[in-house]
């Protein structure tokens, strides 16, 4: 997925953990919202003047080894199927597909906000994601992420790398928990 030109502030949305320590939802949240278990999502703001997007949507399962089957769905946006599951991607765009992807464009002017979302569902069914929730989701994440990173003690030379070396490593916990619990083994 190419989008031009390129934001220079994203951030992901992640979904599927619980509890208090919990970036984003936990399971009454999620009962009460329904959306996606994996979703990236990539605003595009217009901050001033106006630009042409070109979006292109090209997946390529089994390390680029296949190309994918790529059907429009309409208001649900696109989609393939991948190794062991479904692949969705939303957009304001229209596209045309082709034996190279899909490739859209849309303008933005200042002022407007397009989100982008991909999402994997690799359980069914597949769930579309809501643009409104999902905008407040990565809010959410943003808040909470920012919140939590707010704690680092670390005043030292390097903190923005230290700060970082310390998100990754809670990421890699969340990921290494949520493994754990899809294929049963000990956390």
Not at 33 to 55: C, D, K, Q
Not at 120 to 148: H, N, Y
Not at 164 to 170: C, D, F, G, I, W
Request: charged share 30%; net charge positive.
């Amino acid at each position: 997925m190419l989008l031009y030109p390129i934001h220079d502030s994203v951030d992901d949305c992640m979904r599927r953990t619980k509890g208090a320590g919990s970036p984003v939802a936990d399971e009454q949240f999620t009962a009460a919202h329904l959306a996606p278990s994996r979703e990236l999502l990539r605003p595009v703001e217009g901050v001033s003047g106006e630009v042409e997007i070109v979006i292109r949507f090209d997946p390529r399962p089994k390390y680029g080894a296949k190309k994918a089957d790529i059907r429009d769905r309409r208001k649900l946006g696109l989609t393939t199927d991948v190794p062991g599951g479904r692949l969705p991607f939303q957009s304001a765009a229209s596209y045309l597909i082709n034996s190279s992807g899909a490739r859209g464009s849309i303008r933005v002017r200042a002022g407007e906000r397009f989100p982008f979302s991909l999402t994997i569902e690799m359980e069914a069914p597949s769930v579309v994601a809501d643009p409104d929730e999902s905008q407040k989701s990565l809010f959410r994440t943003i808040r909470w992420w920012r919140e939590w990173s707010a704690n680092c003690t670390y005043t030292g030379p390097f903190r923005d790398a230290v700060v970082r070396s310390v998100l990754t490593l809670k990421l890699l916990h969340f990921a290494r928990r949520d493994r754990s619990r899809r294929h049963n083994l000990s956390p």
